[in-house]
């Protein structure tokens, strides 16, 4: 992992997948996605991996559409 790389929130997440950001967090916890814990708690996301994720749902899709 890069040390720079960008970590989002399930927020910034959630608007990338147009879904609600508890969404976001049900896939972490099933190991859909993904994620490292703060030292407060909370969840963050590489944005690497939320984009491919996201390229790879998006390629799947248009290929059961065509």
Do not use: N
């Not at 997440?13 to 967090?25: E, G």
């Not at 993904?34 to 248009?62: M, N, Q, W």
Request: charge should be positive.
């Amino acid at each position: 992992m890069e040390i720079s790389e960008r970590l989002l929130t399930p927020g910034e997440v959630a608007l990338m997948f147009r879904v609600d950001p508890k969404t976001v967090t049900r896939w972490a916890s099933a190991g859909r996605i993904g994620s490292i814990r703060t030292p407060g708690g909370h969840r963050r996301f590489r944005e690497s991996e939320v984009s491919a994720l996201l390229a790879d749902l998006t390629v799947d899709a248009s290929r059961s559409t065509a």
